[in-house]
């Protein structure tokens, strides 16, 4: 089945500068690969996601890159603000008989400094 | 207001007892899963459905038991059997046919005793 590694598990940065979250992916059929936040208590919400026939997708602050061929895929968010601060994770979505299935990253937890 | 619901928020049990959780959604999605998620861990898929009266075993399925009797509820079922039940529960949803994003639940947070 698919195995998604997901680093660091944490991360601390100052307010303004940007953090960068690493995945990779060990089943090639796998062709959608969406990012989640978590905040205390809460459950995730999805903030960008990449289809397998893109290579870069941006949305304001956030940009996700994808190489299928290494296949791992990376989250970047730019200008980091306090409100920023969560637990991130990434995902792989795999088409399969059985049904399909996201299998998730052990997650980041990303501070944000003032 | 679209969207999926977990009760309760938590949920206390003592070891041995069987414990119900509910997830209803009105998002009219086809698919529904449950996932378990511990201190500082990812989350892990216990059982999933496509559809009304079928459902697959996930990772981590043992001590568990769901049912899909109507569309729009898919309750999960934490059996004795579950060595670790102790443990936050998500439950979500999506769309079917095409790779679409998981809506989550807020999460049910069980407590076993």
């Known amino acids: 089945g698919e195995n998604v590694e997901q680093h660091p598990s944490t991360l601390s940065v100052q307010e303004g500068d940007s953090a960068v979250i690493k995945c990779t992916y060990s089943?090639?059929?796998?062709?959608?690969f969406p990012w989640y936040k978590q905040e205390l208590g809460k459950g995730p919400q999805l903030i960008i996601d990449?289809?397998?026939?893109?290579g870069e997708k941006k949305d304001q602050r956030i940009a996700v890159t994808l190489n299928k061929t290494a296949k791992h895929f990376s989250l970047h968010i730019t200008e980091t603000q306090p409100e920023d601060s969560a637990v991130y994770f990434c995902?792989?979505?795999?088409?399969?008989?059985?049904?399909?299935?996201?299998?998730f990253g052990g997650g980041t937890r990303v501070l944000v400094k003032p | 207001d679209g969207g999926i619901t977990q009760s309760p928020k938590y949920l206390f049990r003592k070891e041995g007892q069987n414990v119900t959780l509910s997830c209803e959604q009105n998002?009219?999605?086809?698919?529904m899963y449950w996932y378990r998620q511990d201190p500082g861990q990812g989350l892990r898929l216990i059982y999933y459905?496509?559809?009304?009266?079928?459902?697959q075993k996930g990772d981590i399925a043992e001590g568990y038991s769901v049912s899909r009797e109507k569309k729009e509820s898919f309750p999960l079922t934490v059996t004795s059997a579950q060595k670790n039940p102790t443990a936050f529960y998500l439950c979500?949803?999506?769309?079917?046919?095409?790779?679409?994003?998981?809506?989550f639940g807020n999460g049910t947070r069980l407590t076993v005793t």
């Open positions: 979500a949803s999506t769309d079917i046919g095409v790779s679409s994003p998981l809506h």
């Open positions: 089943d090639s059929a796998s062709n959608y």
């Open positions: 990449i289809r397998s026939n893109v």
């Open positions: 995902a792989a979505w795999t088409s399969g008989a059985a049904g399909n299935k996201l299998t």
């Open positions: 998002l009219n999605h086809d698919a």
């Open positions: 459905s496509q559809i009304v009266n079928d459902f």
